[in-house]
């Protein structure tokens, strides 16, 4: 099984301008997404798809592939992650030969472990028509919340479980945002990491942490320092 890891880091960024070389914990959040990839089974190289040349600088230090500043038209906020992950894998396929996967790794997920992404690898190795991706459990239970219509609050889900009590709901969650991995092929023909085959792996809220703004990164620090000791990748 031959998968290709994919980190998208531009340089541009209107929440937190700069944050993919920003310093979490001694480490840019593109190296820590780098190391986080290096060295796992299935993972045949790491690419990072950047726009910026310092950050290309970085991540090449760090042991990446970085084999060209990807396209204005892909740094952009309209550019998808569909989008920037096709151009990279078109190129690397183009030259290093067919992959039978792409895992995508956000660098704003710094709490995201080693051991997460191997576990997202393996689960699609043993099942490559579906894709895979990264959950938690939901904080707030769709069943519970609301939306306004003319001024008025209605469930958002119909049936809800408003009379339900919390602990007899079923099991919701959210997808993290720091590991997709998907079949070329998939991909290709949906341009989405949504399609219809789609399996989750379980991970921890710690993890979940995604980083857009600087309350984010706040909170990722503070996780860092309530477990007292540096993030331990694996």
Known sequence: MKILAVIPARGGSRRLPGKNLRVF??????VRAVRAATGIA???????STDDAAIADVARAAGALVPWLRPAALATDAATSADVCLHALDWYESVHGAVD???LL???SPLRTRASIDTACRVFAEDPASAVVAVAPALSHPMWCFRTVHGRLQPFMEPNGLTTRSQDLPPAFVVTGGIYVIAPAVLRAGHTFFPEALRPIEVSAREAIDIDTEADWQAAEAAVRRDGARLNHD
């Open 101 to 103: 996967g792409l895992v």
């Open 42 to 48: 299935n993972v045949c190289d790491v690419l990072v």
């Open 106 to 108: 956000a660098p704003t």
């Open 25 to 30: 914990d001694g480490e840019p959040l593109v």
